[in-house]
């Protein structure tokens, strides 16, 4: 774009620090940020949206290790879960299936179902954008409320390798290689972790634990100046342990500590698996480009009431620069998309077929006034033809302060379980069978959202600030309704409910840097999320704080870091209780600390604490959580 803006900027909009580190053997210094956030790229100062980039050095610096860790107390975000093999990601109030996740922006669930992360190992990844809001009109019908886009380590100019390793409650190995010519590039990525886990029901009994093996690839080739081919390609065994719940009905007002117990028998397998491939065509000057690519995404899952799913997705991407401009630097950018995605699950009778039409513009009002704004049209075989939109701006008042804004509408069609139904057994001879019936007349969910963000630099350039006031609306919600019960049955159904669902909520960061030495983050989101009957919705904590901090040594190479994660005001079902009510949880503040030493100009010593101060809480009623854990590992890489 003709737009030039200050390194500053950029870094405000996308919400990470602007400084250079040259602490760390592995020194990466800040670039443009550019976001995956329509169906164009779009720089992340230009983009109206409200989104989030952590880049490799903050993953690096504060010692995250897996994907959950690093979203963790981002503004708007919220991961809860009943253990490590079941972590689900809400994004400003919205159900954990509104959030579509994507690594290299291939999806990684297949089928219809949302993505629960588990053990997602972030030692060969090089930044994770969160995007906020209604993002269907270039994702699709699965990305209502946000989409998280993973993206794995970038070829550089020659051969770049790395090994890393970590022991303690668990192990983790990874490494990674990659090449990067003029004409093209190639990256390969290794990761092993095995998460040694604890006791899910708390009663000290059998270790869960988690283990996952992934090999990830990435590349493209330049055949001609206007000819590229490139391909993503991702597979994943996991396999992990989980504990029993029951229904205990002839004490149905029991307590918690007798909802979950230890089940030595309980395990699942889980393969994921997705590929994809495109070939670009450019026209000379690149003012017209068009893409054709492919996806195939399978998840296989034993054990499990959900069964095998697929998804194949043929898509046409098309951009043309309507000033003639080449469609990477254009002011004034049209995109158009073609997509014919069909999906199934082994636990239906059918397969779903929808084709999808959409249309968006990006450009330049002004000097200042940028904005984006998009159409998208979805024709299913199962559900009526839906309509989604979004439009956004960004308008700087001045260097150093930046308005943005967006509208938007997505949808969200219901599961194969809420269409075909299905039977879950009774844990215990005396409770009772669970029977969910088929129902063709369950309809899409709708949602409806604005947000406007204020994001400045502090006085004295010491750091940035955002604050984001969002609402939102869910139309047509689905939820189970009890229909009947017996002796030893109850029969449910699949329902829309009557009146909207409202959420509402502030996101508040800022990073800034009182020495030349440290820097601090501060976030917090207030969300208020309710159902159609103004009740409280689970799992959705309507106070959550983060404080970080990094202090790097100016006579040594060494960095440390610690993260403070404080949760309140977050509600839960209690399903051993009659009538399921929700109850609120215990607040509860989670205390984690990291180090780094550079060895050498190549290998690199870590170590880091979670749960420090041992503090025992629950995310989830009856579910217990991983006390203090200690681990040491090494990074190396040439």
Known sequence: MKKAFATTALAIAAGVPTYVYAQSSNTTE???????????????????????????????????????????????????GTGPSDRQVRIR????????????????????????????????????????????????????????????????????????????????????????????????????????????????????????????????????????????????????????ETFLSGDRETTVSKYVFDDKTKTAKLLERSISAFIGFSSPGNVLTSRISTDYIGNQTANSAIGDQTTRIYKYRGQYALDGASTDSSDQLLSLLFESKNDSANNSTDERENRSYALEYQGFMSNDLSTQAGVRLDTSD??????????????HLQRSVRLHSSIGRAVVYPSY????????????????????????????????AFDLGLEWTLPGDLGIAALTYYNEELEDEIYSKKISESSDTETYRAENREADGKREGVEISTEFRPAESVDFGLSYTYTRSTNDEGSVEGRRPM????????????????????????????????FYKDGDPFAKIPAFTVVNFAARYALTDHIDLTGRITNAFDEDYTEVWGYATRGRAGYIGMAASW
């Not at 995956?36 to 993953?59: H, K, L």
């Open 30 to 80: 800040l670039e443009p940020i550019i976001v995956s956030g329509g169906i164009s790229p779009v720089a992340a100062d230009e983009f109206g949206r409200s989104n989030t980039v952590i880049t490799r050095q903050e993953i690096e610096d504060r010692g995250f290790v897996t994907v959950q860790q690093a979203l963790e107390a981002q503004p708007g975000v919220s991961v809860s």
């Open 417 to 448: 379980f809420d269409i075909y139904g299905g039977t879950f057994p009774a844990f215990q001879p005396d409770s009772k069978t669970q029977i969910y019936e088929a129902t063709d007349s369950v309809k899409p969910e709708k949602n409806f």
């Open 93 to 244: 109030g919205g159900e954990a299936n509104h959030v579509l996740v994507l690594v290299n922006g291939v999806r990684v669930a297949a089928g219809d179902s949302g993505y629960d992360l588990r053990g997602f190992d972030v030692a060969n990844v090089d930044r994770i954008e969160v995007l906020r809001g209604p993002q269907s009109v270039p994702y699709g019908t699965d990305a209502a409320s946000g989409v998280i886009n993973i993206i794995t380590r970038r070829a550089t100019a020659g051969v770049s390798r790395g090994a890393s390793f970590e022991f303690g409650e668990g192990d983790r190995q990874s490494a990674f290689l990659t090449y990067g010519a003029p004409r093209g590039d190639l990256s390969v990525t290794i990761d092993n972790l095995y998460d040694k886990g604890f006791d899910l029901s708390g009663d000290g009994g059998e270790e869960d634990s988690t283990s996952w093996e992934t090999v990830t690839s990435k590349g493209r080739l330049s055949l001609t100046d206007q000819i590229e081919a490139g391909f993503s390609f991702r597979l994943a065994d996991a396999r992990y342990h989980f504990d029993s």
């Open 543 to 574: 106070h959550e704080f983060g404080l970080n901090t990094t202090w790097r040594a100016s006579s040594v190479p060494l960095t440390l870091s610690g993260d403070l994660r404080y949760v309140r005001d977050l509600y839960d079902q209690q």
């Open 382 to 395: 199962q559900f009526s033809d839906a309509v989604t939109w979004n439009l956004a701006a960004s308008y």
